[in-house]
């Protein structure tokens, strides 16, 4: 039985049971382990009242609730639980029962146990506090978006310490932070797109083509079967998300959502499958010949051996990641005229929120020419109204 284990059977329940005496009536007498503050136990029992008062079990467990609270409160000012014991704890009931996609448990385990467990696993629960909580994220050198990141996962640890009686309050939730970004996100533009698919080679060009155009995530990208694939009704159904080989579902619900599949597209994917050994329908779109066909590629083999490279000799200078080419197509749909709507289904955002974000911080240089034609046209109009001045047409 390990230490965990130990800690954790001293938040007792207590016994209920009858107890027969030789005069009078049969007693309920309730039971329970008490912890000493070094460590030595002992046991203790309470009667509760007379089984002729109490005829059932539930009302003489209702009698004794009260005390409950009471032994509970005092086992948890004496054992104290540590944020150790609590991330363990987390992982082997919450991540370790498959409820989360693999993704969402790497980062978790990640941030868990790289990030918060270092610097604050010694800590007993009761002792972490906000103020020192904001003191080193703020000091942390990440992103605030990884800080937001590392917080959140921090006060989900918190909670589920609450519901599962460990601690009695989340000290996160008051936790101050901004998740704004330091820098603006890279967009490509439409030509450097074009320039980058004409120096690819299969099945570079064809990946890279479908992630600039549907703006889908890499795991979705890569988890396609040809089966996905709708070329009568020109549809792409979104089944499945592949995480470092690993397959699993699409990030949300809303991500599930079937995309549109324009005519370029069709033709590229046809024309791949025409050439790719592996084209019967359970085949993956994107299948991997050194996997004889059984896994896809993996997405960053093909981002730093090909598509990087690509970008280099062209003169890109911007840092491309498989995420860059979704971000750019958001951006590029809205400058296109695009609805908000729209867009949003498109990218199969859960809320316009995050649509109208990723559009604020990008497309500079739209916002730069309308702002330009805007200084045109007032630039204009001062100089005409200089002109009329001089000439006196405008009265005073």
């Known amino acids: 039985m390990n230490k965990l284990k130990l800690r954790r059977d001293r938040y007792q329940t207590g016994s209920l049971k009858t107890e027969k005496r030789n005069t009078g009536d049969d007693l309920w007498v309730y039971r329970w382990r008490e912890y000493r503050v070094d460590g030595t136990s002992t046991y203790r029992k309470k009667i509760v009242g007379p089984v002729t008062e109490l005829r059932t079990k539930a009302s003489a467990q209702k009698a004794v609730d009260g005390l409950k609270l009471k032994i509970n409160a005092t086992v948890s000012a004496v054992v104290s639980h540590t944020v150790t014991e609590l991330i363990a704890h987390y992982?082997?009931?919450?991540?370790g029962k498959g409820r989360h996609r693999v993704r969402v448990q790497q980062v978790?385990?990640?941030n868990l146990n790289d990030i918060i467990l270092p610097r604050w696993g010694h800590y007993r629960l009761q002792d972490v506090v906000p103020n020192a909580v904001e003191d080193w994220l703020e000091e942390m050198p990440s992103a605030p978006a990884t800080k937001t990141k590392v917080k959140g996962v921090f006060g989900t640890l918190?909670?589920?310490g609450m519901r599962?009686?460990?601690?009695a309050s989340n000290p996160i939730a008051v936790v101050r932070g901004s998740s704004k970004r330091v820098a603006t996100p890279v967009i490509l533009t439409p030509v450097e797109i074009r320039a980058i698919l004409g120096e690819l080679s299969e099945p570079a060009r064809t990946v890279t083509l479908l992630g600039a155009i549907t703006g889908m995530r890499r795991g979705e990208l890569f988890g396609l079967r040809w089966e996905d694939l709708d070329f009568e009704r020109r549809t792409i159904h979104v089944v499945r998300s592949l995480v470092d080989q690993i397959e699993g579902k699409p990030k949300t619900e809303t991500s599930r959502k079937p995309l549109p599949?324009?005519?370029?597209?069709a033709e590229a994917l046809t024309m791949w499958r025409e050439q790719t050994s592996y084209a019967s329908s359970s085949d993956w779109v994107f299948a991997s010949p050194q996997a004889f066909g059984k896994l896809p590629y993996w997405p960053d083999m093909l981002l730093r051996r090909h598509i990087i490279p690509a970008a280099k000799r062209l003169g890109i200078q911007k840092r491309i990641g498989w995420h860059t080419f979704r971000r750019t197509a958001a951006s590029l749909l809205m400058?296109?005229?695009?609805?908000?709507?729209?867009t949003q289904e498109l990218m199969r955002h859960s809320t316009a929120n995050i649509t109208m974000e990723l559009y604020a911080q990008a497309i500079t240089d739209d916002k730069r020419e309308a702002q330009n034609a805007l200084a045109e046209l007032i630039a204009g109009t001062a100089m005409l109204g200089?002109?009329?001045?001089?000439?006196g047409v405008l009265a005073n």
Do not use: C, N, P
């Open 335 to 342: 400058s296109t005229g695009a609805s908000v709507k729209t």
């Open 108 to 110: 978790y385990k990640h």
């Open 261 to 265: 599949m324009t005519d370029d597209l």
């Open 91 to 95: 992982i082997e009931v919450e991540l």
């Open 158 to 160: 918190f909670r589920h």
């Open 386 to 391: 200089t002109q009329s001045a001089q000439t």
């Open 164 to 167: 599962h009686g460990w601690v």
